[in-house]
């Protein structure tokens, strides 16, 4: 009878529900690191994930630029927020995930294809010192054990977004980039299937 949508309050809504110990949850009790927390998830949304539909959808070269900048802006002001934060392994600090962590880890993880289905002018310039806290927080995130065990075979991946970077794709977030808007703003009665 009760349904719970959009990926950023499910993450927060799963660990209320499993009610784990404080290390353990990703979205920690303290009230200003909560609110620190579920802004940077929201942010890291919109300048991260979201272009990376720009990137791959658009067929314009410009608009598919312009986004890859305005997700590479994004990285490093993450970069930027998890140097303050700690040892920059996860964005609390040392291996404890965070729901920022969460939100950007399965796009972070993707980047990839850009290069593959874009040329090299869209490889994440991980050697820029703006990104090198990144670059930390991506190798640790994807060596830990418990991240290595969801992620997707490379290979398989790359075919099924292939309908993305053709532009052939139909969901609501390709329909909603095709309409000249981001991946987060779809509206369902425009963005149907």
Known sequence: EKSVYESLITIDYIDALANAEEQQRLLPSDPYLAAKCRYWADKVNRECCS????????TDEEERMENFNKLVSGLKAFSREIEKNGDGKTFLGGDRLSNTDISLMPWAFRYYIFEHYRGEEYAIPYDEPELH????????????ESVKRTLPDKDRYLEHIGKYADSSARSKVANAVRRGVSAHEIEDDKDTY
């Open 133 to 144: 806290a990144y670059k930390e927080w991506f190798d640790n995130v994807f060596s830990l």
């Open 51 to 58: 272009p990376y539909y720009g990137v791959l959808v658009r």
